[in-house]
């Protein structure tokens, strides 16, 4: 049985990204929503793919290949949003269709080189992965992604690997501040990055709380949990479940 409930908040979220498109100017097609499923129970990740969505982010990579195993042959599209260990990237490698939080060279070597050993899909097909480079708009390391100061570097880092398909920027508004003011920073730094990667031009940038901000300021992916899914139950610990 399907959830009412959900389906109001998926009908409610959608019409809000159309609406902020309109205002925009921008066509609604060119936003691709990504719902964030962490901590939710794979049946919600089903009754989501029964509602028509195909696009679903995950921050934990053993939950994230739990799922990505229990629903093999869907042709979900698995997105990696959080951060990641530099020992476990080839295995997030092999379920994930886009990984957002490239955020360092130690990553970028673990991700990258040639396909074929990383022993999933992608690697199996001798796909590249897609990724997004996250930048750090806060002082505050712990937050993930590179410094502005880092950026580009980090980005010529990725365009040099084989294997690794550099999308854009992806960013989180620091709390506090006016997330349409932190989104149209990312957008500038995401022109400047074109200079030297032509093709990397999606942002993905805009959670629950912010996403009309961020398709004002030009976001193509938009990552949102709570606002669709409800309240996150607390964290399970899957190594004893
Ligand atoms: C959890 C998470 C989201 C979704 O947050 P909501 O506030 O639930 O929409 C988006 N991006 C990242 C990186 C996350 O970890």
Not at 180 to 204: C, H, K, N, T, W
Request: aromatic share 4%; with cysteine; glycine share 10%.
């Amino acid at each position: 049985m399907t959830d009412p409930g959900l389906v109001e908040r998926l009908a409610g979220v959608r019409d809000g990204i159309a609406d902020a498109a309109r205002s925009a100017g921008r066509p609604v097609e060119e936003i691709t929503t990504v719902v964030v499923t962490k901590f939710q129970p794979v049946s919600l990740v089903r009754e989501l793919f029964e509602l028509g969505v195909r696009d679903f982010g995950e921050s934990r990579h053993q939950e994230a290949q739990a799922k990505a195993a229990d629903l093999a042959g869907s042709g979900i599209r698995w997105h990696f949003v959080g951060q990641l260990q530099g020992k476990k990237a080839r295995q997030v490698r092999a379920y994930s269709s886009v990984i957002h939080s490239v955020d360092r060279e130690s990553l970028v070597t673990a991700l990258g080189g040639p396909v074929g050993t990383a022993g999933g899909t992608n690697a199996d097909d001798g796909v590249n992965v897609d990724c997004f480079v996250q930048v750090n708009l806060t002082d505050d390391p712990a937050r993930g992604g590179v410094s502005i100061a880092n950026l580009a570097p980090l980005v010529e880092r990725v365009l040099e690997s084989d294997g690794l398909t550099l999308l854009g920027l992806m960013a989180v508004a620091p709390l506090g501040a006016e997330p349409r003011r932190s989104f149209a920073l990312v957008s500038e730094l995401g022109a400047q990055m074109r200079q030297i990667a032509p093709d990397a031009r999606y942002l993905s940038m805009g959670m629950s709380q912010d996403y009309a901000a961020a398709i004002a300021e030009g976001a193509t992916h938009l990552r949102i949990g709570t606002a669709i899914t409800g309240n996150r139950p607390a964290p399970v610990n899957l190594k004893t479940s």
